[in-house]
């Protein structure tokens, strides 16, 4: 934990909590991606309206 706070004041609070949002965005990201490249396969199979 001490490292923690030696880290913010070093590069800043800002810095810090936009490390930490992108680190919990990212995997949300990943299945956001994986779900898009689903599609295509899904879409070949429905017959249009």
Excluded: A, C, W
């Excluded at 004041?9 to 949002?21: K, M, R």
């Amino acid at each position: 934990m001490e490292t923690l706070f030696t880290f913010i004041s070093e590069v800043g609070f800002p810095i810090v909590v936009s490390l930490y949002l992108l680190y919990r965005i990212e995997s949300k990201l990943d299945i956001l991606i994986q779900s898009i490249q689903n599609l295509p396969p899904l879409l070949k199979d429905k017959p249009l309206p």
